[in-house]
């Protein structure tokens, strides 16, 4: 058995100072550092915040920025892997990113948000349009997307066929829709044989209450860990051992029959 401790990060923080939320993650890699974790995943837009209308754009900032270099520093320093959402600025397009920052130098992987979530993102967000995008760390495979692309069965589906061992998911979920956390996110890494981390912002921030209610989800459909609707660093363990009786339980990969599927995809 090899089990790899996550930590959760619930938080808005202080939004709109990303000097500010730079100094919360290093605190909060620390804290994880000090319970043994080797991985901790922040919210949606924690670099920057959400509702912030054309200051997302001022904010954003490349892949290899000034705030990722911080934030690589602080992996380096802590021996925590560190996931983070980011508003990420590639010429005159700024997309919806998490950035995986592993703790040994080797270098960062960015994911940049598929389905964008109503007016408002569609309004500051251009789409990104990778499927599935991979990390290793400590044997794992971690898969990377953002919040809404989630809710959509067939993105999570290609990550499991795609070998996806731990599914990273910040988010910033909002009121009245918490089931998506309290139900949906389990059934998705039951369905999936995977692990799922689902870290919220929380709070009112503009016109928007985010829920909190984060969680890491396992490969049994049961929260291994929830978070309230307070800020918390919450703390769980990855187990190699039920990942791997679930999958010799579950055989809803084994059992698919992509011929049937086609329709899905206009291709019937």
Known sequence: MSVLRTALLQSSGRPGDPAAQLAALGDAARRAADAGARLLVCPELFLTGYALDEDLHRLAEPADGPSARAVARTARETGVAIAYGYPERDGEQVYNAVQFVPADSAPATTYRKAHLYGDYERRWFTPGTDTVVQARLDGLTVGLMVCYDVEFPEFVRAHALAGTDLLLVPTAQLHPYEFVAESL?????????????????????GEWDF??????????????????????????????????AGRDRNPYLADRRPELYGALTGRA
């Open 185 to 205: 996110v389990p059934v998705r890494a039951f369905e999936n044989q995977m692990y799922l981390a689902y870290v919220n912002r929380t709070g009112p921030e």
């Open 211 to 244: 829920v909190g209610r984060s969680c890491l989800a396992g490969p049994d459909g049961t929260a291994r860990a929830r978070a309230g609707r307070a800020e918390e660093l919450l703390l769980a363990d990855v187990d190699t051992d039920l990942l791997a």
